[in-house]
């Protein structure tokens, strides 16, 4: 029986164990960093998203959102959505004088509250609309006050159409293409 042998020589030995190596050390941080960029993108797709439902700007919706990067040993990120409730300052709310007006979604009408006022508590650094608590037993005609807010963050989330797919989709299509950015990185010796 008759038998063929190959061989390879040592040189290219070496550089395939290197190339090997370098995609096992490299691989676990070139798949972080992908993860991590698809976290980001579908952080910025959902604020996109969110500000042209809401009257809100992105700065705002972006300070209610935080991302949770991936670790190497973890390999998962997650996008978390702050759930209290935003004053009605960051809606845009303006005092007039039949009281306080707003709007919480772009493309509806003002709302108002009759008796709002607007109003800054200097201990607590805090600006924001106010009306009489009736229902307080403390209630003498004038005080206490109880805050008015509009809607957070998960609520806005939710009352938008398709936004949750939407939101996956980009991330996972923002990870794959930073995940072919980072390969070649890797071929080209950078990581």
Same mark, same amino acid.
């Given at each position: 029986?008759?038998?063929?042998?190959?061989?390879?020589?040592?040189?290219?030995?070496?550089?395939?164990?290197?190339?090997?190596?370098?995609?096992?050390?490299?691989?676990?941080?070139?798949?972080?960093?992908?993860?991590? =960029?698809?976290?980001?993108? /579908? !952080?910025?797709?959902?604020?996109?998203?969110? $500000?042209?439902?809401?009257? #809100?700007? +992105?700065?705002?919706?972006?300070?209610?959102?935080?991302?949770?990067?991936?670790?190497?040993?973890?390999?998962?990120?997650?996008?978390?959505?702050?759930?209290?409730?935003?004053?009605?300052?960051?809606?845009?709310?303006?005092?007039?004088?039949?009281?306080?007006? =707003?709007?919480?979604?772009? /493309? !509806?009408?003002?709302?108002?509250?009759?008796? $709002?006022?607007?109003?800054? #508590?200097? +201990?607590?650094?805090?600006?924001?609309?106010?009306?009489?608590?009736?229902?307080?037993?403390?209630?003498?005609?004038?005080?206490?006050?109880?805050?008015?807010?509009?809607?957070?963050?998960?609520?806005?989330?939710?009352?938008?159409?398709?936004?949750?797919?939407?939101?996956?989709?980009?991330?996972?299509?923002?990870?794959?293409?930073?995940?072919?950015?980072?390969?070649?990185?890797?071929?080209?010796?950078?990581?």
């Amino acid at each position: 029986m008759s038998g063929v042998t190959i061989q390879i020589e040592p040189g290219s030995l070496a550089e395939v164990r290197a190339l090997m190596t370098a995609y096992r050390n490299s691989s676990r941080k070139a798949i972080q960093r992908s993860i991590n =960029f698809g976290a980001k993108q /579908g !952080q910025k797709t959902g604020v996109d998203e969110m $500000a042209k439902k809401a009257n #809100l700007t +992105k700065k705002t919706i972006r300070e209610h959102t935080k991302v949770y990067p991936t670790s190497i040993s973890a390999l998962s990120a997650k996008v978390v959505l702050k759930g209290e409730p935003i004053s009605l300052i960051e809606y845009k709310a303006r005092q007039t004088a039949k009281g306080v007006s =707003f709007r919480i979604w772009k /493309g !509806q009408p003002l709302e108002r509250y009759r008796h $709002a006022f607007i109003w800054t #508590l200097i +201990k607590e650094r805090y600006t924001g609309v106010f009306e009489p608590n009736v229902d307080s037993p403390r209630f003498n005609g004038f005080g206490p006050y109880r805050r008015k807010s509009g809607p957070g963050v998960p609520t806005i989330y939710e009352k938008t159409p398709g936004l949750a797919g939407k939101v996956e989709q980009i991330a996972a299509e923002k990870m794959m293409g930073e995940l072919k950015r980072q390969v070649g990185l890797i071929d080209r010796g950078f990581l």
